[in-house]
């Protein structure tokens, strides 16, 4: 038999303690593992025997997290790294170099965009981006020297659908891999793998933990995408010396990224998640369906409320009828569009400034997927150094502001952005 | 390593170190719907530790090309010819037998079968998640034919023990079920229907155990459901020489669930 998602949410990857009986995952807070003896320590090195060695290779508290988000993803594993930033970069640092070429999305998280468009072109990677709506701006960017398509399920900042099927399919029709960053969606929402994607990255740090008190994130692996046939990743396909000559694809067909990405990139680049923090992060996926049900009943709430409200221009949210990417939301997330969106007040900075101050519930902080609702006001904090035409171009208005919605009472979150909205509408 | 065989390419895993064909070899020989990376521990252990290893893709299998063999002795001597063209326990040139076969599920079968019709070159042969015979069921033969999906996810289901199917990999960070799931999604459209319909069809392995001339190892898994371990017994029951070892709580898909006692069995029989 195979277990539902609610049941996998609490269950894959652990198996009680054979030791004590331990029924929540031990923390294994240790950096390294006694051998049994010189045979056994010489196979764990040379993958004769599987294992743990170090902890910032592999760690059993690490492992259950890993092997769980990737049970929820259905793919075939998992690295838990420091963070989500560290995780698009061990991503595309295992399957490119110097001289290769991305095309993103450009609807993506400003620490995404800096990484690919500022910082990774220093290493000789540089990255084109497009309009995720328009599949032959997708097309026309792809070069020979192109190594991997990547977007957010839900982008930023409007909440730009990216239609995974359409966009995996021109990727794998170049023998390219379409890797998502899933954050905003969670697997509870949308499982990327089933509508084409190949790699999956999260940063755990918002929905997946939930509880806003650890930064971690998570690597998946679809294990469906064939780099031998693709031939255009010899990082995958080739020996390495670094590590004892190995053919990664040889020596597994579904999972290739995986060892390499741990066996190098975890090991050399050294960015590991604390076995505390893969702790932390299993007791927020143990209620992610339940958390996430309640993030997507509220955000209904807050929506409905925000559209009908005077104060408020406009709410960009994908369930609306108006939102660009409505159909596709119907069809991708029928569980709902996420928990956080943008909504914008009819005055400017200044309205978005009182509203801001005037909250009491929301708080106000540069976040999102935690329980508690947040709220930030880009015109006066992110993007506080753009004028007001910088910022429409960029597709934020002066009065724009973002919320993530939390788990408190729908009643309670709505009294208060009235709080707010009164405020702003004075401005 | 790529080899010719019948005028095909064929692919064989070799554990991480060359072949050498003056070493004794071991073969392992995958199941039905899989491929070489089921054995990567242990095919790489073998290899490390004074044996040739071929590790193989069956035909249209992984990366070996053509079409799936459609029986078990049409498997049986293609292993053999598989010997004969990498030169691996060649009784011309060497004294001993010195071939090791390790089979699981359709490989044992395939084990079985060789050691039985070309007895000349094989030392042992070890069978795991094995029953002789191995009759496949409508339920999952219709599937396999016209719904492969639909019969992949019932083989996942049945071959992972309780406690694998929750998971606990010891191989860090894999989910056993996802893994297993892809290796047979990769898989050519129409190469799982072959495979369980040789294993159906496999009608004299009893008449083949008893007549067995050399030494067998079997090793199931107490909560196997699609080879029983009762099947297991019955055909140790009639096996000359053979050690039986049982895992504990493992399923059919023992070299995942339990990767380190699968090794450790082998290397008691074989070294």
């Known amino acids: 038999m195979t277990y539902n998602f609610d049941t996998l949410a609490l269950h894959a990857g652990q198996v009680p303690d054979e030791t004590f009986g331990a029924r929540a995952t031990p923390i294994y807070l240790t950096t390294s593992f006694v051998f049994k003896d010189s045979d056994q320590a010489a196979a764990l090195f040379n993958m004769e025997r599987a294992g743990h060695v170090y902890s910032r290779i592999s760690n059993p508290t690490n492992a259950v997290l890993e092997e769980r988000i990737a049970a929820l993803e259905g793919g075939v594993g998992a690295i838990a790294v420091a963070s989500g930033q560290a995780a698009m970069h061990l991503a595309i640092a295992t399957l490119m170099g110097a001289g290769s070429h991305i095309v993103a999305s450009r609807s993506l998280y400003g620490g995404s965009h800096n990484l690919l468009d500022y910082t990774l072109p220093r290493f000789g990677i540089t990255t084109t981006f497009v309009d995720p709506r328009d599949l032959d701006a997708w097309r026309t960017a792809i070069r020979a020297e192109t190594r991997l398509l990547f977007g957010e399920t839900l982008g930023n900042p409007g909440l730009d659908v990216l239609d995974i099927p359409r966009v995996a399919a021109l990727a794998h029709e170049h023998g390219l891999p379409l890797m998502v960053d899933s954050t905003f969606t969670t697997p509870w929402l949308m499982r990327p793998f089933d509508h084409g994607a190949d790699l999956i990255f999260h940063s755990a740090t918002k929905f997946l933990g939930g509880h806003g008190v650890a930064i971690g994130g998570l690597l998946v692996d679809g294990g469906s995408f064939d780099w031998d046939k693709s031939g255009k990743f010899p990082t995958l396909t080739e020996p390495y010396e670094g590590f004892h000559g190995m053919d990664f694809s040889e020596e597994s067909t579904v999972a290739a990224f995986l060892l390499r990405a741990r066996r190098e990139g975890l090991r050399d680049f050294g960015a590991c998640m604390s076995p505390m923090t893969a702790f932390q992060l299993l007791q927020g996926v143990e209620t992610l369906p339940l958390r996430m049900e309640r993030h997507i009943a509220n955000t209904r709430q807050a929506v409905a409320h925000l559209v009908k409200h005077e104060a408020v221009a406009g709410v960009g949210y994908p369930e609306l009828d108006n939102h660009p990417d409505h159909a596709l939301a119907q069809k991708l997330l029928p569980r709902g569009a996420g928990s956080v969106f943008s909504f914008t007040l009819k005055g400017g900075r200044a309205a978005g400034r009182k509203f801001i101050e005037a909250l009491r519930v929301f708080s106000h902080l540069a976040n999102v997927g935690d329980a508690k609702s947040l709220v930030i006001h880009p015109a006066s904090t992110t993007h506080f150094r753009m004028s007001d035409a910088a910022l429409v171009a960029a597709g934020i208005h002066p009065g724009t502001i973002r919320l993530s919605i939390g788990l408190e009472d729908a009643g309670d979150l709505i009294e208060d952005l009235n709080r707010g909205l009164a405020a702003a509408a004075k401005a | ?271």
């Open chain 2, 1 to 271: 390593m790529q080899i010719e065989i019948n005028g095909q390419a064929a692919y064989a895993y070799t554990g991480g170190k060359p072949f050498d064909a003056s070493l004794p070899c071991v073969v392992f020989i995958h199941g039905a719907q899989n491929d070489h990376s089921v054995w990567g521990l242990q095919s790489r252990w073998f290899a490390h530790h004074g044996f040739a290893v071929l590790a193989v893709d069956l035909p249209g299998h992984g990366r070996s090309a053509g079409s799936p063999l459609p029986s078990i002795e049409d498997l049986a001597d293609w292993i053999e010819l598989l010997l004969e063209r990498v030169g691996a326990g060649d009784t011309a040139n060497f004294a001993a037998k010195t071939v090791s076969l390790v089979g699981h599920s359709m490989g044992s079968l395939t084990a079985l079968e060789c050691a039985f019709r070309h007895p000349a070159r094989i030392a042992r042969i070890a069978m795991i998640g094995t029953a002789v015979p191995m009759p496949v069921s409508d339920v999952l033969l219709g599937p396999a034919k016209d719904n492969e999906p639909k019969a992949i996810a019932m083989i996942n289901s049945w071959s992972h023990s309780p406690r694998g199917t929750v998971g606990g990999n010891t191989v860090p960070g894999m989910w056993m079920l996802g893994a297993a799931r892809r290796l047979m999604e990769r898989q050519k459209p129409g190469v799982l229907h072959n495979d369980l319909a040789a294993c159906n069809a496999y009608g004299h392995g009893m008449e083949a155990a008893a007549a067995l001339a050399c030494p067998a190892l079997i090793i199931s898994g107490s909560r196997d459901m699609m080879t029983h371990p009762k099947a297991a017994a019955k055909l140790a029951a009639v096996i000359k020489d053979v050690r039986s070892v049982s895992l504990d709580g493992a399923g059919h898909a023992l070299m995942a669930e339990q990767p380190d006692a699968v090794l450790d069995a082998l290397r008691a029989f074989i070294v």
